[in-house]
């Protein structure tokens, strides 16, 4: 064997992962009752081309087809998330049997074909009612969810083994309530970071209530997509904005989950919005529970530099003029940074992925990782004959599982790697029209194609071992 094939261990958890609004379709039946997805892709100007989850790729009703698609490429473990308002529709009380069982069913089926279930609680679909009486910002909404992982740990304790509090914390509060480009759409920074506390708080008293209803099998963990963050030069101001929006995307939540506080930089560089006074004694080590692992999401690093204050930022983040998901950072800009870029106009870095693993290996040296997210949206068109050849996405993906494996012969202790995403699906603001997927969905008849990268992903899967480039 070349020495340029990347072998994987044994047992490496190779999957595929979704979201809860982004595929399941049938929002209102069983029960189900809008969540914040709901009522923000209904509103009008919120979505690309007014696009909503009302059908999605109709995984509801096609969930048996979706895991038999799994099994056919080999799929060893299958990320999904559980929709919170179909569970319990008004994020409190009691909770819908129908609405459990779908999930429930889903496990049985995914562990009937080999596959291991992996559970998100909270994938970004928080339940109406709750954000009518406040959302994030308010601390009831940390309670709201523990009772809420208690319900679920209760359910699917016996048939799921890896379980997963948060998806990507972060996007909850910054993009939902600073930036206003994610449910529920609000633009206030202040709010943004109390919810980004009450989600710390939420994750860690849904790990106790967990550990309370899931047998000593159980493995617990959270998904955050820290941002891998690069100054443009070298120069002291450059990287003190790099600091500072490492501060706001990443030690924001591992500060009090892991660390045990929060960084003291980040409350400084805060102190003119909030003195986080929300934060009461005792929080953090309500936050601070054991985890079995963390999951990584990643897509693309952030180049950031500093400004004077005078010119509007250059903003290479997708958010244009509008405002901004980094509280406080008025002064940073964000870059694009050079190379080849994915139909999000994201940079085609792996480097990145090496960089964040080993990152996370030096600071939680005790955790073992998983990659909960990676992957890159192509504008993938059918041939005549039907199939979807999609040459990018497989060069994508190489390089960033190639950048895996560099990460674990340098150490970092990796479990597994999730593509995202099986499907092709509803992308949040920007609707269907960007796609993610290893399969490929007409939205007119539902039919689901796998591109010629999840064929190649089959195969990886099938040998462990990923061939030198251009094989
Ligand atoms: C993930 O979000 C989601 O978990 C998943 O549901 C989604 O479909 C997938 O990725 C693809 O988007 O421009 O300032 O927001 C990733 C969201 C996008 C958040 C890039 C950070 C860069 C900083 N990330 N974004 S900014």
Known sequence: MSDTTATFPEGFLWGTATAA????????????????WDTFSHTPGKTAGGDTGDVAVDHYHRRTEDVRLMAGLGVKAYRFSVSWPRVQPTGRGPAVQRGLDFYRGLADELLEAGIKPVLTLYHWDLPQE???AGGWPERDTAHRFA??????????????????????????AFLGYAAGVHAPGRTDPAAALRAAHHLNLAHGLAVDALRAELPARAQISVSLNPAVVRPRTDSEADRDAARRIDALATRIFTGPMLDGAYPPDLLDDTARLTDWSFVRDGDVALIRRPLDSIGLNYYTPTVVSAT??????ERADGHGGGASPWPAADHVAFHQPPGERTAMGWTVDPTGLTDLLLRFSADAPDLPLYITENGAAYDDKPEPDGSVHDPDRIAYLHGHIGAVHRAMREGADVR???LWSLLDNFEWAYGYAKRFGAVHVDYTTQARTPK?????YADLIRTGALPAPGL
């Open 452 to 456: 010629s990268s999840a064929n190649w």
């Open 21 to 36: 609004y982004q595929i399941e379709g049938a929002a209102q039946e069983d029960g189900r009752t809008p969540s914040i």
């Open 147 to 172: 009772d809420y992982a208690r319900l679920v740990g209760d359910a699917l304790g016996d048939r799921v083994e890896l379980w997963t509090t948060l998806n990507e914390p972060w996007c909850s």
């Open 416 to 418: 597994g790697y999730f």
């Open 308 to 313: 004077d204050g005078d010119a509007p930022p």
């Open 130 to 132: 709750l954000e009518t």
